[in-house]
């Protein structure tokens, strides 16, 4: 049996068993999700077509993992203008495998993963233990982890040079919110985006919503503005 789904504005032909990407839903690994925008079944020549969806058709999905797809380069360029524009996406993704196809309003049978599971269970026993134990030693336990997470998490990827920051914004593709996004991170100069490593250029594109294409451009740019 085949069905046809549509999902992220895509329509998909799937049959139990299919492994696909689509655009992202949320869920963790092992976790199953629903469809229920399903267009047409069917089995060999017989097939059922919906109006736009099929009635009590499901169509249900275990995600198998969370990435993202390569980067899709957008540049625009005007003649004569001395303007260009370079914007770098990459869409999110779930990769799903299907698990049941379901029709006249049956349920999902399929549950999730048995690693997931057995992660409850052990999140669990672990809980039960730090109850058992004395309140005054979770207490004192949990406050410095608490701590240290909150500092890692606030902890800038470079270090805030000393002086009156530059306004990136005259940068072509850096607005207010993406200046500010930077600012939080401690880039704060031309100077200190001219100076980028390839290294740097990576860690900004792991930890920030930018392609490393964007950083680039950017860094070619910061180089003249900084000699002025």
């Known amino acids: 049996m085949f069905a046809v ?18 655009e992202k839903v949320e869920g963790q690994v092992g976790d ?7 267009l047409a079944h069917g089995e060999g020549e017989n097939v ?9 058709a499901l169509v249900t999905a275990e995600v198998v ?34 698990a049941e196809i379901l029709l ?23 809980e039960a233990k730090a109850e058992a134990a004395p309140k005054t030693e979770a207490k004192a ?15 800038p990827l470079f270090k805030a040079p000393k002086g009156e920051p530059d306004d990136l914004t005259v940068i072509k593709g850096i607005g ?10 401690g880039i704060m100069t031309f100077a200190q ?3 980028l490593s390839d290294k740097d250029v990576a860690r900004i594109d792991e930890h920030m919503p930018f392609s490393a294409d964007q950083i680039t451009d950017w860094r070619e740019q910061a180089k003249e503005l900084a000699k002025k």
């Open 5 to 22: 789904i549509k999902t992220g504005g895509k329509q998909y032909r799937v049959a139990a068993n299919d492994l696909l990407k689509i």
């Open 32 to 38: 199953i999700v629903e469809i229920g925008h399903v």
């Open 48 to 56: 059922t077509f919906g109006a736009p969806f099929v009635d009590g």
């Open 65 to 98: 993992e969370q990435g993202k797809n390569r980067t899709v380069i957008a540049f625009k360029k005007r003649r004569r203008q001395n303007s260009r524009r370079k914007i770098g996406h990459r869409q999110l993704l779930t990769t799903v495998r299907i």
């Open 104 to 126: 006249g309003g049956a349920k999902p049978t399929k549950k999730a993963a048995a690693k997931t599971e057995a992660k409850a269970e052990v999140a669990a026993k672990t």
């Open 141 to 155: 336990e949990a406050a410095p982890k608490k701590e240290a997470k909150a500092s890692e998490t606030a902890a």
């Open 176 to 185: 207010p919110v993406a200046a500010g996004q930077l600012n939080e991170q």
């Open 193 to 195: 985006i001219a100076k």
